[in-house]
């Protein structure tokens, strides 16, 4: 599932939020095991990503960094997400939910400016959630 949203006025468009989701079979204790581990968070965040504790920075071989804003552990995890050095600073979160059928995993990205190929960023973290999926097995 993924959803685009863009709020506008009359003179100017607002920031945009991408949201992605998928559900696994696995429960969410297993699930944020395989999110914090290396192969986790560069699932998540590109190659050379590592994430880490609230107030930690990142970097990945793309060029994108942030830092951990919020760690919540089995529930949640924001950053801020850069795509490059002169770029705005964005907002993304991880929520873990248990549900019947095991997990369910929800990437929403906030504050992308209308400027932003909103599209890609769909893909990029549809991408992230289809290797956590490939990962968890």
Same mark, same amino acid.
């Not at 999110?35 to 071989?61: F, N, R, Y």
């Not at 769909?122 to 992230?128: L, S, V, Y």
């Given at each position: 599932?993924? $959803?685009?949203?863009?709020?506008?006025?009359?003179?100017n468009?607002? @920031?945009? #939020?991408?949201? *992605?989701? %998928? &559900?696994?079979?696995?429960?969410?204790?297993?699930?944020?095991?395989?999110?914090v581990?290396?192969?986790g968070?560069?699932?998540?965040?590109?190659?050379?990503? $590592?994430?880490?504790?609230?107030?930690?920075?990142?970097?990945?071989? @793309?060029? #994108?960094?942030? *830092?951990? %804003? &919020?760690?919540?552990?089995?529930?949640?995890?924001?950053?801020?997400?850069?795509?490059?050095?002169?770029?705005?600073?964005?907002?993304?979160?991880?929520?873990?939910?248990?549900?019947?059928?095991?997990?369910?995993m929800?990437?929403?990205?906030?504050?992308?400016?209308?400027?932003?190929?909103?599209?890609?960023?769909?893909?990029?973290?549809?991408?992230?959630?289809?290797?956590?999926?490939?990962?968890?097995?």
């Amino acid at each position: 599932m993924n $959803e685009q949203s863009q709020g506008d006025t009359l003179v100017n468009p607002v @920031d945009t #939020t991408v949201k *992605v989701s %998928r &559900s696994v079979s696995q429960p969410v204790k297993d699930i944020w095991k395989l999110l914090v581990t290396p192969q986790g968070a560069e699932a998540l965040l590109g190659h050379g990503g $590592e994430l880490g504790d609230k107030g930690d920075s990142w970097h990945a071989a @793309d060029g #994108t960094f942030g *830092v951990i %804003r &919020s760690y919540h552990p089995l529930e949640q995890i924001r950053f801020s997400w850069h795509a490059a050095e002169e770029a705005p600073k964005t907002i993304v979160e991880v929520d873990l939910t248990a549900d019947d059928a095991g997990t369910v995993m929800e990437i929403t990205h906030q504050g992308i400016p209308g400027y932003y190929d909103a599209a890609a960023l769909t893909r990029r973290w549809e991408g992230a959630l289809e290797r956590l999926v490939s990962a968890a097995g």
